[in-house]
């Protein structure tokens, strides 16, 4: 087998700044924003100008929300850039997703938020029919997937589940046959297959398999249907997080999804795939180029990660400050009362340091962080769960030091019930160690080894 490699990118939600992103309403929609807004033509070029010169591919996947959230102005201008990405040589493949049709477009003008010019979901095949959907060998036009020959023996099964059902997306039966139907088909012809998808098969951290929106419908079950149809890897996004996950189906095949987190907000990568036979994977991962933007002298990483930070630190202010926005965000009901322990919580995350928490538990803390501002700590544990490689794990002073603390409320947490996608019972404590420390597979760069 010939090695076969392709860039790939993800989410990225451009959005054209003609059509408003400024005023006292732009900025308080992005108080709790982790993705850019205004910023997003400026990356989006930046990645293309990349991608145009990279020189190790000439194969470019996109993993679907190509626009902010649907606007048609966005969609044409992001449809042109790919067309200049083409003319420089590179073959292109994308999938659509949630955001490239949402019926709640939104930019923000001198009249404060309207709605622009949206789309239709039909108008997606036309509008990308260069970039995939035109040159497949095998195309479901309802269901906005396609087959695409990426090499001589390797095979692209892009695929979109934009249909929900009880609260995810999902596939549906008619789908699933046209999909069985082509994975037999690579199987006839002696092609290695494998599947581009927006939305994750498997939780891209544990803590995500308690999380309704974070995988597709009853994500084991079509894991195993792929494995066993020898389609063993998949590459989604969605989460805006950075995960390399495996499952083994009842059969014994092997399954990996490869997550990447969006361009334009932290951790900003782009993945290079290579498939060195059919059975060997290697990926490598490449931080997203600086942009042309007022990132006030900060270099791309940086300013994207501040963002993110940013966020936390917002969330958890109001908390203390402005309990009710804060609770708005996080979709929490005023009942009895939740307003006010969440008030004392944020105030007490707002004022103290790692050290302080430390002591008042009667726990060890290393003394390089004891100094440490607890509203710091809270919001890089947060931001390097998304970010993939977490390393808040056991044999660090972070991460000591919270799996001392999640060990002191280990009663408390025995006694919350949760169940993960596959119905198992879960206990609280292993989600949330495994969640803040990786334990597994390398998220960035790793060789997959698919049978």
């Known amino acids: 087998m010939k090695e076969t490699k392709f860039y790939l990118i993800t989410d990225t939600h451009y959005f054209a700044s003609c059509l408003g992103c400024s005023g006292p309403e732009y900025d308080d929609f992005m108080h709790y924003e982790q993705k850019c807004f ?13 991608l145009k010169n990279a020189d190790e591919a000439d194969t470019v996947l996109i993993a679907g929300d190509l626009v902010f959230n649907g606007e048609k102005k966005s969609h044409e201008e992001f449809a042109a850039l790919l067309k200049e990405l083409k003319e420089s ?24 938020r309207y709605s622009p010019e949206g789309i239709d979901r039909d108008e997606l095949f036309d509008i990308y029919s260069d970039f995939g959907f035109g040159s497949a060998i095998a195309s479901d036009r309802k269901h906005l997937s396609y087959v695409a020959q990426i090499s001589e023996n390797v095979r692209l099964l892009a695929l979109n589940a934009d249909f929900k059902e009880d609260g995810q997306y999902n596939f549906s039966d008619e789908q699933l046959e046209w999909i069985d139907e082509q994975a037999e088909k690579a199987r006839e012809d002696g092609q290695t297959m494998f599947a581009m998808l927006h939305y994750p098969v498997l939780p891209g951290q544990p803590v995500f398999s308690v999380i309704k929106p974070a995988t597709i419908r009853k994500p084991y079950d079509f894991a195993a249907f792929l494995a ?25 095949n092997k399954f990996y999804d490869v997550c990447t987190g969006s361009v334009i907000a932290d951790p900003a990568v782009i993945r290079l795939v290579t498939f060195r036979d059919e059975c060997t994977v290697d990926i490598k991962s490449i931080s ?9 002298g900060k270099a791309c990483k940086q300013y994207l990660s501040d963002m993110f930070d940013n966020m936390i630190v ?17 979709h929490i009901a005023d009942k009895g009362a939740t307003k006010k322990l969440l008030s004392i919580a944020g105030k007490i995350i707002c004022k103290i340091k790692v050290g302080t928490l430390a002591r008042i538990l009667f ?12 509203l710091d700590y809270a919001a890089e544990l947060v931001r390097c769960v998304f970010e993939g490689n977490q390393y808040y794990k056991e044999g660090t002073a972070k991460g000591d030091l919270l799996l001392a603390f999640l060990k002191r409320i280990r009663f408390i947490l025995k006694k919350v019930e949760l169940k993960d996608k596959k119905g198992d019972k879960l206990e609280l404590y292993e989600v949330l160690k495994n969640t ?13 080894t698919l049978k």
């Open 363 to 374: 726990i060890k803390c290393d003394k390089s962080i004891r100094k440490l501002p607890l």
């Open 314 to 330: 917002n969330v958890i202010t109001d908390m203390a400050y402005d309990t009710p926005r804060a609770m708005g965000k996080l």
């Open 38 to 50: 205004a910023e997003t033509e400026s990356i989006n070029k930046s990645v293309i100008e990349y």
């Open 228 to 252: 066993d149809r020898g389609v063993h890897l998949i590459f989604t996004g969605h989460m805006h997080n950075q995960s390399i996950n495996e499952y083994i189906s009842e059969k014994g």
């Open 288 to 296: 997203t180029p600086d942009f042309d933007f007022d990132t006030r």
């Open 89 to 112: 040589g590179k073959k292109i493949f994308v999938v659509t997703a949630d955001h490239d049709c949402a019926s709640d477009t939104f930019a923000f003008g001198e009249k404060g």
């Open 436 to 448: 803040a420390g990786n334990y597994d597979i390398d998220d960035y760069n790793a060789t997959l």
